[in-house]
């Protein structure tokens, strides 16, 4: 499976042209692998390629690794307990990256996310697709576009610059 068959990451990954990308588990290397051959020059390390690495030693590992403009995430969420995965998430979106996307399976109930555990954590779901007679939802963290700033969270709301000096509070 490559990114071809997943057009919503497809587009995003053209959007944004990462010049690094980590790939986390076994199912990931083929969508980073499809990214790679229309950007040879971008820049893809691989984690956790066999699905071997759980918990505690899957974090450790990727403490190792550095900042990428993009993660890709296949594969992992769906064997490893709750704390983990959360825990894995976090790191991603506040040590790892920018914008990152995990894709996860919904034929057969194969994981025990439920979206608005996902959207707790701070992502967005961007798309449904139907890959091979497999549905795969994909949920993915911009940080960009994480949080807009409210229309109360300025100066004309709050503030009040022009009573600086004229009123003690």
Same mark, same amino acid.
């Given at each position: 499976?490559?990114?071809?068959?997943?057009?919503?990451?497809?587009?995003?990954?053209?959007?944004?042209?990462?010049?690094? @990308?980590?790939?986390?588990?076994?199912?990931? $290397? /083929?969508?980073?692998? !499809?990214? #790679?051959?229309?950007?040879?020059?971008? *820049?893809?390390?691989?984690?956790?390629?066999?699905?071997?690495?759980?918990?505690?030693?899957?974090?450790?590992?990727?403490?190792?690794?550095?900042?990428?403009?993009?993660?890709?995430?296949?594969?992992? @969420?769906?064997?490893?307990?709750?704390?983990? $995965? /959360?825990?894995?998430? !976090?790191? #991603?979106?506040?040590?790892?990256?920018? *914008?990152?996307?995990?894709?996860?399976?919904?034929?057969?109930?194969?994981?025990?996310?439920?979206?608005?555990?996902?959207?707790?954590?701070?992502?967005?779901?961007?798309?449904?697709?139907?890959?091979?007679?497999?549905?795969?939802?994909?949920?993915?963290?911009?940080?960009?576009?994480?949080?807009?700033?409210?229309?109360?969270?300025?100066?004309?709301?709050?503030?009040?610059?022009?009573?600086?000096?004229?009123?003690?509070?």
């Amino acid at each position: 499976m490559g990114t071809q068959d997943l057009p919503d990451l497809t587009r995003r990954l053209e959007l944004h042209r990462p010049e690094s @990308l980590l790939a986390i588990g076994p199912r990931a $290397g /083929a969508l980073a692998a !499809a990214y #790679l051959s229309a950007h040879p020059d971008c *820049r893809i390390e691989h984690l956790d390629t066999r699905g071997t690495l759980g918990g505690e030693r899957l974090l450790k590992v990727l403490a190792r690794h550095g900042r990428f403009d993009f993660i890709i995430v296949r594969g992992v @969420l769906e064997r490893v307990d709750a704390d983990t $995965g /959360a825990h894995l998430i !976090a790191r #991603l979106r506040d040590m790892h990256s920018r *914008r990152f996307c995990v894709v996860l399976p919904v034929n057969g109930g194969e994981h025990r996310w439920q979206s608005s555990e996902l959207i707790a954590m701070g992502l967005v779901h961007w798309s449904r697709e139907t890959v091979k007679g497999s549905v795969l939802e994909v949920y993915g963290f911009d940080l960009g576009t994480y949080k807009a700033t409210p229309d109360w969270l300025n100066a004309r709301h709050w503030a009040h610059p022009e009573q600086w000096g004229k009123n003690r509070w």
